[in-house]
């Protein structure tokens, strides 16, 4: 069992950076491929970028490449995103989640574990 715990969510202004952090518990993090998914308010929650267990290969929703950047330690047991530039409509609860499994993944229903979420706001 993984649990997922993220953090570094807020209210930031149109053009700003964030950067989100998920903690992962266990010792079986680095054979996780990890993603991380948002959920805006009436809409459903979907892809935002994902990553393999060594790191080396990555996926990013178009909406949010060249400004996203997801990055892992391994030896943190530690996934982030790193988001610039940042729009009104990046707003959403955003998600981590692990694969048992090393290859990145775009679809939710492949991921095994899921965080709680993190609000990220952004105003105009």
């Known amino acids: 069992q993984v649990q997922l715990v993220e953090s570094g969510g807020g209210l930031v202004q149109a053009g700003d950076s964030l950067r989100l952090s998920c903690a992962a518990s266990?010792?079986?993090?680095?054979?996780?491929?990890m993603g991380w998914f948002r959920q805006a308010p009436g809409k459903e929650r979907e892809f935002v970028t994902t990553?393999?267990?060594?790191?080396?290969?990555?996926d990013y929703a178009d909406s949010v490449k060249g400004r996203f950047t997801i990055s892992r330690d391994n030896a943190k047991n530690t996934v982030y995103l790193q988001m610039n530039s940042l729009k009104p409509e990046d707003t959403a609860v955003y998600y981590c989640?692990?694969?048992?499994?090393?290859?990145?993944?775009?679809?939710?229903?492949?991921?095994?574990?899921w965080g709680q979420g993190t609000q990220v706001t952004v105003s105009s």
């Open positions: 989640a692990a694969r048992r499994t090393l290859a990145i993944a775009t679809r939710q229903d492949l991921y095994h574990y």
């Open positions: 266990g010792r079986t993090f680095s054979s996780y491929a």
């Open positions: 990553i393999s267990w060594d790191g080396v290969y990555t």
